[in-house]
């Protein structure tokens, strides 16, 4: 390889692991996984019958702990725990997905509101040169199907895997691996 190559990115277990160990650091990075899981969770409750969802949530705030236990046990009712289960771990690698990119943002140091757009936009369609795996377009599209109102388990199982591709390319966004340079 010439020293103008660069290495391609390393499709790795250790790179998922890596990933983990950064997004669960610090506390803050741990309270970020957290709040996105939650986030992401509640929104695929909620997105599975947007109308009695809308209903319930403009109730007022005493409606909004019966329509999660309501949503929570129709998808254990249609899904079972397996989908619960799914659902976790969808949520908690998105969240770890989110926490890497902004882990990459800061990294490049985008200072002003176009280097953030444009920091943005270079890792949500093709990732870091040398080290983004460049799936994240396919995330979200497998994220919005992950809501659809059915069975939806192969689809959460194809964006789990999704999910993990990507985290085995990117790793740690810390590093950057460049051969020859």
Wanted: aromatic letters at 12%; glycine letters at 10%.
């Amino acid at each position: 390889m010439s020293s103008s190559e660069t290495q391609s990115p390393a499709f790795t277990i250790q790179n998922v692991i890596s990933a983990v160990r950064y997004s669960l650091s610090t506390p803050k990075r741990i309270f970020d996984v957290f709040l996105i899981s939650l986030v992401v969770i509640l929104a695929m409750l909620f997105g599975v019958y947007p109308t009695y969802s809308f209903a319930m949530l403009s109730s007022g705030v005493g409606q909004w702990s019966e329509a999660f236990r309501v949503l929570l046990n129709t998808m254990m009712f249609e899904q079972g725990s397996l989908g619960i289960g799914l659902l976790i771990v969808y949520a908690v690698l998105t969240a770890i997905v989110i926490r890497v990119l902004v882990g990459r943002a800061s990294m490049i140091q985008a200072d002003s509101t176009v280097g953030w757009f444009v920091a943005f936009a270079g890792m949500a369609t093709a990732g870091c040169a040398s080290c983004g795996a460049g799936f994240i377009g396919f995330l979200g599209s497998m994220g919005g199907l992950a809501v659809i109102p059915f069975d939806v388990t192969g689809m959460r199982i194809i964006a789990i895997v999704l999910l993990i591709v990507y985290l085995a390319y990117e790793g740690d966004p810390t590093v950057c691996v460049v051969d020859g340079t």
